[in-house]
């Protein structure tokens, strides 16, 4: 592979970086306000791509607009959701087996809801973006729509983290993801942080799958493969740290594009060069969540100051 | 202890001869009518092809009870078909587990089921356990039919001939000038038993008719990928004159939506089983014109009976019937009648028997004629279809059967 080639890739492994970015963060900061591991999650990624498609066949609206709307509508969702059933879960500085039994089963209900009301066809959405894209020279070729994709994922992060530093509400998050009982001392309240947290990572779900309905087909079961990989992230990202989540799945795409066409020097009889096959791409996840978790648990943002850390 | 009075012992007998009479008629209508048993997703991912096979299996049953049922000569009568469903939520251990109740609590004389391989293989091991006839009709890897088991049969043909009948496809367009001989040839494949029966049967019919093909890219990717960048680096950095894929549906939306955007072209492409799929076309637009497949039944056949039984299907379940699901499912379902009639009994291993020498000579799947090969599984040539604009779909091979000339090389847009 020539330089220019290698260029491409690296392009494609930053858009799809910022597709992950934006499909992590909302439980990234969900686990770190309250210590739910939201495997919901995947139902409410799922929920924003129906949501899009919903907007786009019956009243003809961009995915983008459909992807804006999904945040207030998935923010006052999650602020149900929280009212109706998180909030009854026990306090906890750690993640409790009810809460991850909770959300699993409300993932379940979604999913089951979502063959009932669309059926398991898979679905897609088709705008005059979707398939074109910029071409640079004969080798480099940057889809359009993912383009959009990582502008708006970026803008978000933008947006949470404005939110983060410069708002009541941040402050709030922040004080009770550094410690909730110093933070209730000082006049924090943790029960309505909690809901607005809880809204606020449901928006980003929604319009995450909202994005991500641009670039793959779906259906109710949607949103399974990207689970996995928005555990990885914040893993990588130390759990609690929204900066953490960029870097997170900048290594995590970059790794998962590369590992198949770096090869790999090999001495048996003299030097060999090992490609690793692509259907061993998704080793790569599951390695990196256990290197990470034996060398560096608190993430790899523990690596550098602590400025970079938001939360 | 209370001592029973006259009026108690005889409300007991009552009981008991009410519950008797009730076993006894259950037992006589049980004996009256063959039980088959159907294990098939209705829910969860696969419910879409699992309700498709359903409805056929039921249009058989329908057809053949309307005309008095299966003649069972030890009976010396007709005796109506009796289906026990059930829905195994696309779960191969709750698939398993119900294929063994139809077969040990239900009795059922045989059991239809197991779409897809992953179902199928979770079911194939309680036949011979059950010493029940079981027939897929969704399931066509060898990692079912080639473990000698005496009591598993299915009605698709195998996967490996998908590779086997596009490589006779793309041999034939270069015989007939349209391809130049040596393509070069790029194929990416699901990391499945699926996608290798698929790469074998191709490059099985490539070493027996060397010089027209050489594998430029032989590569594996794994279900539900999200990102096929790389491995289509390797495909674009290898030049490849035909790009041959086999996936499923998800699978083949991604990549081939990734395909196009990376500005890719090849001289003929194909996704295996995948091509004619309204969701994809609906998906991808007219960037899925051209692409060929592989597919066990098209609703475009030119058989009598193939389109008799899309009118019929259409009139039983109010709609067209789109894809290849339903036909083997239907055919599988009257096969076994034929094999139950010419065992005259409702002896399983009777059955088995007969299921391996009968023959459906009206079937509606390629071919016209569905039979049981010694290891089980039916072969029966597939169609290839091509997509065309504006939403058509031709089969282009075999000639016999086709209903529109191929594109090949497809044009560069």
Redesign the interface.
Known sequence: ?TAI?YL??LL??LL?AGVYAAMAVGMTVVYGVMKIVNLAHAGFLMLGAYFALEMFQRFHLDPIWGAILAIPAFFLFGMIVHWTLVRWLPKSDTPTLASLLLMFGFWLVLQNMG?LFW??????I?TPL????V?IGESI?I?K??LVVFAAAAVCMVVLQVIFNKTWFGRSMRAEIQNPYAAKIVGVDDERTSRLTFGLGTAFAGFAGALLGM???F?P?FG???LLRSFVIIVLGGLESVSGVALGAIVL?VL??????IPFPWYHHGWNYYYL???Y??VIPFALLVVVLLLLPKGLASLFSRRWKVA | MRILSLRDHFGRALMFGVVFLILCMASAAAQDTITIGVVLPTTGSESKPGLYQKEGIELAIKQINDAGGIMVKSKGKKLKVNEIFYDDSTDSKKSASLAERAMSADNAVAVIGGYSTVLGIAESVMADRYKTPWITTGAGATAIFGKGYQYAFGSLSPVALIGTTSAEFLGAMIDQGKLKKGLKIAMVVENTDHGTDYVTGFTDWSNKHPGYFQIAVNEKFELGATDFSSILQKVKNSHADVFLSDAHLPDYITMHRQYLQNGLHHQMISYGARGPEAAARQALGAGTDYIFAGIWWSNKLPYPQAKKFATDYKAFTGHDVDSWYAAPAYDGMRILAKAIETAGSLDKTAIRDALKKVELKDSVLPGQVLKFSANGQAEYPFVITQNKPDNKVDIVFPKDAATGDPVAPIPNK
């Open positions: 592979m080639e491409d890739l494609k492994a799809l063959y059926g398991n066809e898979d679905q897609s088709l979707t398939l074109s894209a071409h070729s889809p729509v993912n670039l793959y087909s259906s079961d399974r493969p990207f795409a998962e594009t590369f590992s198949t066409t096959p692509p259907s791409q998704p």
